[in-house]
């Protein structure tokens, strides 16, 4: 299996309500996209996230479905439309679990 994390740190000024509708569009992803195990995000509630506020935690099946994930027309339309548009940040982390 493979976790793929990513950790968001927002623009100045994005409102609360594109956030969540990042989020809500992030949590819909699993049933638009095969490979996807199990899908979680959310807010940073522990103050030591270094600015970044958002996490979205993916596990996949294997890194074949980790490569088709990407650049999936649903993933694509949130991280066009919503994502890169809203970011100051993005840091992204892929590894396999044993």
Known sequence: MIEHL???????GVSETTIEE??????ALPQQIEGILELN????????????THALRVRFVNRQALENYGPHP?????????????TADILAFDFQVE
């Not at 990513?6 to 100045?12: N, S, T």
């Not at 990042?22 to 949590?27: A, H, K």
């Not at 995000?41 to 970044?52: A, L, P, Q, V």
């Not at 649903?74 to 548009?85: F, G, M, Y």
Request: charged share 30%.
């Open 6 to 12: 990513v950790l968001f740190r927002w623009k100045e």
């Open 22 to 27: 990042v989020m809500r569009r992030l949590r």
């Open 41 to 52: 995000c959310g807010r940073d509630f522990s103050g030591r996230s270094k600015g970044y």
């Open 74 to 86: 649903a993933h694509q339309e949130v991280v066009q439309k919503l994502i890169l548009p809203n």
